[in-house]
Each structure stands twice: as C-alpha cells, then as structure tokens.
C-alpha cells in the first residue's frame, strides 16, 4: 500500500462527512492508522475535570479530532483541490499537483 501523500502543514480541504467543504491546515499525521488532524475540522465535545496544578478549568471544551486520509484532499498554491503524486528531479524525489503539474515546495520546519 502506498503511503499518506499528505504531510503536515500542508493545506486540504473536506471532501467528505460533517465538515464536507471546509479547509484547513494539517496540524498531525498519524500514518499508522491513515488519520489527519486538520485545524478546525472535525470538532467535538470534551468532558475536561478541573487540575489546579496544570492550571486547567473544567468544564466542556472544544478540539480538533482526526479524519481519515481518503476524507481530505490538498489544496495546490492555485487553491484548487488536486491529487498528489510523486516524481524524481535530478536525485530528489519531490510531490506534485496532477491537476496543474506543478511541484509542490517542501515547507520549511
């Protein structure tokens, strides 16, 4: 099986479910399970107790859950949604859009 062609920081867009239509930025993969957490996708309710220790009121917060891979799509520099794939330049093996053809940059750490 080939692997997750999403990497972090990068842009997409909810193709499927709840949440079908918004974008956002992936904050985490997790590749073992073929999962993304996409910034302000996918929210749910958690029950949270208080701990004064760590300084955390209780009560019921918001957060990001994960979304499986095959629910997103990038979106390319242009905006729009695209596949990813993958090719040899000189000895680099880079990602691009097959929409446009064009590569995509590597984000900087």
Known sequence: MAGIK???NDKVEVIAGKDKGKQ??????????NRVLVEGVMMVKKHVKPNPQRNIKGGIAEQ????HVSNVMLVDAEGNKTRVGSRLEGDKKVRFSK???NTIPEKKK
Request: glycine share 10%; net charge positive.
């Open 6 to 8: 999403i990497k972090r």
């Open 24 to 33: 956002g930025r992936v904050l985490r993969v997790i590749a073992d399970k």
């Open 64 to 67: 990001e859950s994960t979304i």
């Open 99 to 101: 929409a446009s053809g």
